[in-house]
């Protein structure tokens, strides 16, 4: 499609017009035949969205790899979709949320118990958020273990692990919004291990608190970062993901067992639209199921001055929290930003050793420790006391 196309009254879906008199849009008094409303309506939209049905479908309707046929290869959706969730209940949720620990737990309270549908909501926005969790990990897991995140793929892979890492403190921010006793130590446990930080340490634990500790301003603080600022920033993050996949494509796997004639790509529309809204539909059963069967619940209100004898995070920081205390406090802190900034850079570290060493598959097996460890001190932190 050219740009000169593009302004012609055909290509636009403009009739042209059937005699000398008419005006430009064809309009001839008594000659033309009575429209119906909806071509007039077609026809208002066309006059002002120059943009015919098969440029639509040009633009839409890329070929989709064969292999995105089965969930496992096309879970990006499955956060997309969760995130979408996501904002939708957090928008309801925040019409009740009151960010301040004189009325945060209470206003959670009342959520729960008094507002109509306010438990589902609620139910819905915490199960929306485990899923998404599971679901980038798997996604990435997925990308990993094909190696789609090789050459050219490899901006995509940073930009991926930003929203890992944005996804990851909305979480803790949300956990944190509660104000019940476990949400208000997690955070003032997180807030001294930023402290262990040597230089920027001090500086981190004032940013995330609003100040030296835990005060007034810090929940309002966690509710910004948590309802705008991160969002915000993970739509934009979201967007150059999905536009640098369709720049590039989604990566082309083959299999050994593929017979050669079998097709190689299907159509996004209507196929993997279908597979998608299919997805969409079994999510909205389950997170209705999960918000039902097993409600959130609210534990006790924060009390500054009682320690919890257990204090634990959700379980998608088990990894880490069970890391921070197999080692000394600024070696398991910077160890643990050392292990972020290899998987940002794991695209060119990859490159590195199939240039210049034998180990051409090196990738597979350090990913298999690498999940062993994470399932390990998943489970670990999960199933110990302290
Ligand atoms: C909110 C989080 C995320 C969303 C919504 C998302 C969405 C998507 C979607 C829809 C795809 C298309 C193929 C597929 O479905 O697998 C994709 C591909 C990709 N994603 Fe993500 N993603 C997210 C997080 C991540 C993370 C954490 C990483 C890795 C650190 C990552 C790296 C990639 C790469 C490299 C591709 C290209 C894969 C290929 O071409 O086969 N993404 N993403």
């Known amino acids: 499609m050219n740009v000169k196309e593009q302004s012609t009254g055909e290509r636009s879906g403009v009739s042209p017009p059937v005699d000398g008199t008419a005006n430009s849009f064809g309009a001839t008094g008594g000659l033309t035949p009575p429209r119906s409303p909806g071509s007039s309506i077609k026809r208002w939209f066309a006059e002002r969205l120059p943009i015919t049905g098969v440029q639509l479908e040009e633009l839409t309707n890329e070929p989709v790899p ?27 949720l925040a019409f009740y949320y009151q960010p301040s620990p004189q009325t945060a737990y209470q206003s959670i309270d009342t959520i729960t118990n008094q ?19 599971a679901a980038i990990i798997l996604h ?31 979480g803790f921010t949300g956990y944190s919004l509660v104000f019940e006793q476990l949400s208000f130590w997690g955070a003032t446990v997180a807030a001294n291990i930023c402290d262990t930080v040597p230089y920027f340490g001090v500086f981190a634990k004032r940013m995330l608190l609003a100040g030296d500790s835990y005060n007034d301003n810090t929940l309002s603080r966690f509710f910004i970062l948590h309802a705008a600022v991160l969002p915000g920033l993970m739509i934009l993050l979201i967007g150059i993901h999905v536009a640098i996949l369709r720049l590039q494509g989604v990566s082309e796997l083959r299999f050994e067992n593929e017979p050669a004639d079998a097709p190689k790509h299907f159509d996004f529309f209507p196929d993997h639209f279908y597979t998608e809204l299919i997805i969409g539909l079994t999510l909205m059963i389950l997170l209705s199921v999960l918000a ?95």
Request: with cysteine; proline share 5%; hydrophobic share 55%.
């Open 66 to 92: 064969a292999h995105l046929r089965h969930w496992w290869f096309c879970l990006g959706g499955t956060p997309a979709y969760l995130f979408v969730v996501q904002i939708v209940t957090g928008i309801l």
């Open 115 to 133: 507002v109509a549908f306010g438990w589902y909501i609620r139910g819905m926005h915490k199960w929306a958020a485990t899923l998404m969790i």
């Open 140 to 170: 990435q897991m997925r990308v990993y273990f094909t190696g789609a995140y090789r050459q050219p793929r490899e901006i995509n892979w940073m930009v991926g692990m930003c929203l890992l890492l944005c996804t990851l403190i909305v």
């Open 292 to 386: 039902t069967v097993l409600p959130v619940t609210l534990g006790p209100k924060a009390d500054p001055l009682t320690t919890p004898e257990v204090i634990k995070p959700e379980w998608w920081f088990y990894v880490s929290f069970r890391w921070l205390k197999l080692f000394s406090g600024t070696f398991a802190v910077l160890s643990s930003g050392f292990i972020v900034f290899v998987m940002f850079v794991w695209p060119f570290i990859d490159g590195w050793i199939r240039k210049r060493t034998r180990f051409s598959e090196a990738s597979v097996w350090i990913g298999i420790v690498g999940v062993f460890l994470l399932v390990g001190l998943t489970v670990w932190e999960a199933i110990v006391e302290h």
